[in-house]
C-alpha cells in the first residue's frame, strides 16, 4: 500500500492543478504497478501529423486524448482496427480535431478476451469501495456490477469477482478458457489499494481484457481527489 501511495503522489506531482488524469498519465503508472497495458506511444499536439513509419505492430487503435470525462465512443475520440500507415495518418488527422485533444494514443490492438470493467470510488457514507462487472452490455444495460469496501486482498477480490450474477462467464463460455484469477484478483487488488489512499476521488479501468494468461488493461480514467 505505502508503495502505491508513492507511486500515485509522484503521478499527481507531474499533473498540478489537473482534475481529470488522462489515459495517458495512468497507463505508465498501472504499468509500474504491475498491470499489463497495451504498447503504445502518445503524440502530443494538435498539428496535423505525418507519421513515416511506426515501430507498433498493426491492427492498431488510436485515440484523441482529451480531458473529457466521457467515455471516448461517445465522444467519437476512438478509432480502431487500423491496417496500414495511410490509414493510421487519416485517424491520427480527424482525431487532431476532436474538442480537446491534447495529442493521439496510438496503441497495439488487444483482441479477444473478456470485457470488464474495475472501478474505486470514495462514497460518502462508506468510504473507499471497489467495483467489478463485466464489460459491455452486462455494465451499460443489466447493471451486473458488484461493490465491496477497499482495499481488499486476493481473496476479497475473487470474492467480489464471483459475486456478479454473470459470473460464469469468468470460468470460460462460448469455448473461451477461464480467466487467470490471479491476473484478475491482482487488478482489483491493485485498484482497492489505489482507492484506499485519499487520493483519487475515482478511477475507472474500462475496458479491461481478461484472459486465461493475463489482463490487460484498455482504458482508464481518474479523478483527483481533496487528499
Do not use: W
Not at 25 to 43: A, D, M, T
Not at 99 to 120: D, F, P, R, T
Not at 154 to 169: P, T
Request: charged share 25%; glycine share 10%.
Amino acid at each position: 500500500m505505502a508503495e502505491v501511495r508513492k507511486e500515485l503522489e509522484t503521478l499527481l506531482s507531474l499533473a498540478p492543478g489537473k482534475k481529470i488524469l488522462l489515459e495517458r498519465e495512468l497507463k505508465p503508472f498501472l504499468k509500474g504497478l504491475g498491470l499489463n497495458v497495451p504498447k503504445g506511444i502518445f503524440i502530443k499536439g494538435k498539428k496535423k501529423l505525418v507519421i513515416r513509419s511506426i515501430s507498433l505492430r498493426f491492427p492498431l487503435v488510436v485515440k484523441a486524448i482529451t480531458r473529457d470525462f466521457r467515455s471516448k465512443t461517445e465522444a467519437d475520440a476512438i478509432i480502431t482496427c487500423i491496417g496500414n500507415l495511410e490509414q493510421l495518418n487519416s485517424a491520427a488527422h480527424r482525431l487532431t480535431d476532436v474538442k480537446g485533444a491534447e495529442g493521439v494514443l496510438i496503441e497495439e490492438m488487444v483482441q479477444g478476451g473478456i470485457e470488464a470493467a474495475i472501478g474505486g470510488a470514495i462514497d460518502p457514507q462508506f468510504g473507499p469501495v471497489v467495483m467489478f462487472g463485466l464489460g459491455g452490455f452486462f455494465i451499460e444495460l443489466a447493471k451486473d456490477v458488484a461493490f465491496a469496501p477497499a482495499p481488499v486482498d486476493e481473496a476479497g477480490a475473487m470474492k467480489l469477482a464471483y459475486s456478479i450474477k454473470a459470473a460464469d462467464a469468468l470460468k470460460g463460455i462460448r469455448g473461451k478458457p477461464p480467466v487467470s484469477e490471479a491476473a484478475l484478483s491482482r487488478a482489483i487488488v491493485t485498484v482497492s489499494e489505489i482507492i484506499s489512499t485519499g487520493l483519487l476521488s475515482e478511477i475507472t479501468l474500462n475496458p479491461v481484457s481478461l484472459f486465461h494468461d493475463k489482463t490487460v488493461v484498455l482504458d482508464a480514467k481518474a479523478v483527483r481527489g481533496l487528499s
